[in-house]
């Protein structure tokens, strides 16, 4: 079911343009990255390991269909207070919670801020240390006065990048951001992992945690640290930055096998 809800967040009005699933069982939240949507996930719904389950998406603000009153406003921690929003405004309490690259920075500020929520969070190479920052600290290796030259640039280097999936992603990247949303976007996704003490944040979260990544970012300094914490590391082939368009089918796989073993621990976490 796709649908609009009419929020304000931090007294910024927006229409979130979101696709819900009802069904049985703990809802799954799905939050996408820079310059994608909610339909990165879409696939979700036809897979066979997900059927009959609660599922919600939404277009972030200063993407895809979501409109907001004041892009400027566009910081990570907004992100934050609108994934609140959004789920007080469907009424889902308690969920399973994933996230990709922006998605997973947001995810992870709203399962330190609520952790007694969130009963398992897979985190799709976002942001848990300085190095993650390829993308976002462009704005400050890149900079640009006018923000449509700035995507515009920003656009070809994705396509020209030697990445899994980079070109497909700079393909959509005009159709999905709003330039004028990049700036704030970009600098607080910086200044939270430079200064934001991320990984601690991540690290002593009290729920089942995978942290997912494609084959060509095995060399990420911190996956030792991570598996020796406690947390879950799938590693999907032949995948960069965004498995889902690369390799959809392990991403979904080895989410589904993740949540089955999360699941199995649900009674004890709910409170």
Known sequence: MNERLDLRVDGVDLSVAASRRDGTG???VFLHGFGSTKEDYADVALHPAFAGRPLLAYDAPGCGETTCEDLSRVSIPFLMRTARAVLERVGIVRFHLVGHSMGGLTGLLLAHLEPDRVLSFVDIEGNVAPEDCFLSRQILTHPSDDAEDFLADFTERARRAPQFASAL???????????DAVRAIFESMVDLSDHGD??????????????????????L???TKLAANGVELAEIAQSGHWPMYSN??????????FHAHARADEPRRIR
């Open 26 to 28: 703990t809802p799954v």
């Open 198 to 219: 991320l990984m601690t944040k991540f690290l002593s979260l009290p729920f089942p945690r995978m942290f997912l990544y494609g084959e060509q970012n095995a060399s």
């Open 248 to 257: 959809p089918v392990a991403t979904w796989e080895r989410i589904a096998d």
């Open 169 to 179: 992603y700079a393909a959509g990247l005009p159709h999905k951001v709003r330039a």
């Open 221 to 223: 300094s911190y996956l």
